[in-house]
């Protein structure tokens, strides 16, 4: 089992931008979330997915669209990238949402010039 | 929505010695608590959680408290080794998805 993988590791984009983040886990998970890690602030939920086709708002959804079209694939999009958006995105998954352990990715590093 | 505050933010330790970690929470409808440890540049990775149905667990050198009265709960770590090192981050849910995150504390243990 691979786990959470996400794609790319690392990015630098230009004010503007727009790209895609994608996830994927092999492990047959429902709930998969995007959260993202700014020093001193912990992780932030952005989005999340309940099952394929769905998607709901977390903490800080504003500049962020989702889509989960395939259960085991969840892409987090910036369709115009902001300096402020300069973070570490973790995308993660569970087997159900009551308590059950997240697992999470590797980590992408995006920073917006 | 569910407020976690953690302390310290940064925690100093001896090898050898024990370190705390204590955080609050606000919704009293949270039930699971989840500590997370992030080593440098790696990805955060559940060491222990507990539930809202009991007051203590503990895991080799590993500890949890929780008292739900004063909604706090706390990570113990005794004998600490240099690879106790690393950001370690608590969590709160309410038989939901969303985990709702501490900031963080960067322990460093010393030799």
């Known amino acids: 089992n691979a786990g959470v993988t996400q794609t790319p590791k690392f990015r630098v984009l230009k004010t503007g931008q727009s790209m895609t983040l994608l996830c994927a886990q092999d492990m047959n998970h429902e709930y998969m979330y995007w959260y993202r890690q700014d020093p001193g602030m912990g992780l932030r939920l952005i989005h999340y997915?309940?099952?394929?086709?769905?998607?709901a708002k977390g903490e800080v959804p504003d500049g962020y669209n989702v889509s989960r079209l395939k259960k085991q694939n969840f892409l987090l999009g910036l369709e115009s990238a902001a300096p402020s958006q300069t973070s570490v995105y973790f995308c993660?998954?569970?087997?159900?949402?009551?308590?059950?352990?997240?697992?999470f990715g590797e980590g992408s590093w995006l920073t917006v010039v | 929505g569910e407020n976690v505050e953690q302390h310290p933010s940064t925690l100093s330790v001896q090898e050898g010695d024990s370190a705390v970690i204590k955080c609050t929470y606000s919704?009293?409808?949270?039930?699971?608590f989840p500590w997370y440890k992030q080593e440098l540049g790696k990805r955060p990775q559940l060491i222990i959680d507990i539930r809202s149905n009991v007051g203590e667990k503990k895991d080799q050198r590993i500890a949890v408290t929780l008292n739900k009265t004063a909604k706090h709960f706390s990570l113990h770590i005794t004998e600490t080794q240099p690879e106790d090192s690393a950001v370690y981050f608590c969590?709160?849910?309410?038989?939901?998805?969303?985990?709702?995150f501490g900031a963080g504390t960067t322990v460093t243990v010393r030799a």
């Open positions: 919704d009293s409808a949270s039930n699971y």
């Open positions: 997915s309940v099952g394929e086709g769905t998607t």
């Open positions: 969590a709160a849910s309410k038989n939901d998805y969303k985990l709702s």
């Open positions: 993660a998954s569970s087997y159900s949402g009551s308590g059950n352990t997240i697992y």
